[in-house]
């Protein structure tokens, strides 16, 4: 946890160090998109590894605090390159980005939800197939021991005679 939490926050500022470098010479917004990506990436490791509420040093106060501290900085950092950008490109560029990242993570999801639903959907359907072909087997194999069982009968009936 405490590994992915640095990992998070270096992240953040290396993006922004990157993007602070970047966008004086940006031409547009895709010349520093690479930067914003890592940036998102970096915040949501932090935030990632600051919900997670198990292991032993949970309750710890430098982990506490660490934890916070950086969650606080990603922030800082989200705001700072959102400024920029704005200031860059022009006011609401940054909503636009975070707005359409949004929409396309909740697309993701719906994709997700859809894609595990029909796989779902197709394992029940296999298992109604399966239970028939059991139950056919099943049935058949009831029709031949009958018919064995009858024939036997007939045989043993002919013997006996």
């Known amino acids: 946890m405490?590994?992915?939490?640095?990992?998070?926050?270096?992240?953040?500022?290396?993006?922004?160090?990157?993007i602070k470098s970047a966008i004086g010479t940006a031409q547009d917004i895709g010349d520093i998109a690479g930067h914003?990506?890592?940036l998102f990436e970096g915040e949501s490791q932090t935030q990632r590894a600051r919900n997670k509420k198990s292991g032993v040093n949970q309750f710890n106060i430098n982990s506490v605090a660490k934890e916070t501290i950086d969650a606080k900085i990603a922030a800082e950092k989200l705001y700072e390159?959102?400024?920029?950008?704005?200031?860059?490109?022009?006011?609401?560029?940054?909503?636009?980005?975070?707005?359409?990242?949004?929409?396309?993570?909740?697309?993701?999801?719906?994709a997700a939800f859809v894609v595990r639903k029909e796989k779902a959907l197709k394992q029940e359907e296999m298992m109604e197939t399966i239970k028939m072909t059991a139950i056919v087997l099943g049935v058949i194999s009831v029709i031949i021991a009958a018919v064995i069982g009858m024939f036997l009968s007939a045989a043993i009936a002919m013997i006996l005679q």
Do not use: C
């Not at 992915?4 to 500022?13: D, M, N, Q, R, S």
């Not at 909503?95 to 990242?101: D, K, P």
């Open 2 to 18: 405490i590994a992915e939490t640095l990992a998070g926050i270096a992240l953040v500022k290396s993006a922004v160090d990157g």
């Open 36 to 38: 914003i990506d890592n």
């Open 81 to 110: 390159v959102s400024v920029m950008v704005d200031q860059r490109f022009g006011h609401g560029t940054w909503a636009g980005i975070v707005t359409e990242r949004a929409k396309r993570i909740q697309e993701a999801k719906e």
